[in-house]
């Protein structure tokens, strides 16, 4: 495991899994002068939350594409299977993703359309402000999550074929509350938790991917896992982990299954070594088509619940209809 406190050092990228979030994680200090203005242009960045709640499933992203910066947040009511979702653009550059995302501020203004993120070695602070639109209700809310309750940190940096990635997750326990029209809801941090996602990555001009996450409050932490197929490099380290109150543990050779020729029906996903083995039910979906001259995106994000078994290195995990999402990304950009 790495243990440098930058992803770049005197010009040469570390690659494989970090022990702790590096306090600087900008890819394109690799590269001097134009080089590294054309990395810096060619690397997609986001920063998004997975929020498990137990009445709702959210999630919401800030994404700076460098032709495009875009912010996306949605909730669908569990018992109703209600969708709501907001959207937001802005001029390119109007915000900058920060290198050291822990200590940072992330803020997204945009007409009727504010997020906020606010990292602090305590706690990060989350606050919505939607305005209502035609077709989605006002939000409002503010949600803590405790640094200092968080799981270990999935960080990779690796390379791609074309291209690089690196990723940074984490699961820190929720407090707060959150209004949607006339309904509020509180979080409770024995319960309820958000899952950071973070990249920078270098990706070719035509990707594609397959990617899962959940985790669930368990004696000690989180026992849970993130999961991602993609075009890979023989050797190089994969987006994926099991979750355990010590450790995010490496995975490798995970395999989705689609049960039916559907997107939307149940998958099966395991390794090869068994210890992942689960079957995921989507519950409702949210997805992106766009046809562009120069670009393309087909997205669809799942969100519903994961069945199982979770074998870590000093614990064995089963359970049942726990909270998560599984998407499907084919891009060319």
Request: with cysteine.
């Amino acid at each position: 495991m790495l243990t440098a406190a930058s992803v770049v050092d005197n010009g040469q990228r570390h690659w494989g899994r970090f022990l702790r979030t590096p306090s600087n994680a900008n890819p394109a200090a690799a590269f001097p002068g134009l080089k590294g203005a054309f990395e810096s242009f060619r690397t997609k960045e986001w920063v998004g939350f997975t929020i498990t709640h137990r009445e709702f499933f959210s999630s919401m992203i800030v994404q700076d594409a460098k032709y495009l910066l875009s912010s996306e947040w949605y909730l669908s009511d569990i018992a109703s299977q209600s969708l709501a979702q907001h959207a937001a653009n802005l001029l390119a550059g109007s915000v900058r993703l920060p290198a050291d995302i822990l200590h940072s501020q992330v803020n997204f203004a945009a007409k009727g359309y504010h997020i906020h993120y606010g990292f602090s070695e305590q706690q990060v602070v989350i606050t919505i402000d939607l305005a209502q639109t035609k077709t989605a209700p006002a939000v409002h809310g503010k949600i803590l999550l405790d640094a200092a309750k968080a799981a270990p940190p999935l960080v990779v940096s690796t390379r791609l074929p074309k291209g690089s990635m690196y990723t940074n997750k984490i699961i820190f326990p929720a407090s707060g509350a959150i209004s949607v029209g006339n309904r509020a809801s509180v979080f409770d941090p024995s319960q309820d938790f958000a899952i950071l996602d973070e990249h920078k990555s270098h990706l070719p001009y035509r990707t594609t991917w397959t990617w899962g996450t959940f985790a669930l409050p368990v004696e000690g932490g989180y026992a849970g896992a993130n999961f991602a197929i993609r075009p890979a490099l023989p050797g190089q380290e994969e987006e994926s982990c099991i979750w355990t109150p010590d450790a995010a543990e490496p995975l490798a050779n995970v395999h989705f299954t689609q049960l039916r020729d559907d997107p939307r029906s149940d998958w099966s996903i395991e390794s090869t070594d068994g210890r992942l083995d689960v079957l995921f039910s989507p519950l409702g979906h949210k997805g992106v088509d766009q046809q562009l001259v120069l670009a393309e995106i087909h997205y669809l994000q799942m969100y519903g619940q994961y069945s199982g078994i979770l074998r870590g290195e000093n614990g064995t995990w089963e359970f049942k209809e726990v909270h998560g999402v599984c998407e499907k990304m084919d891009m060319r950009a």
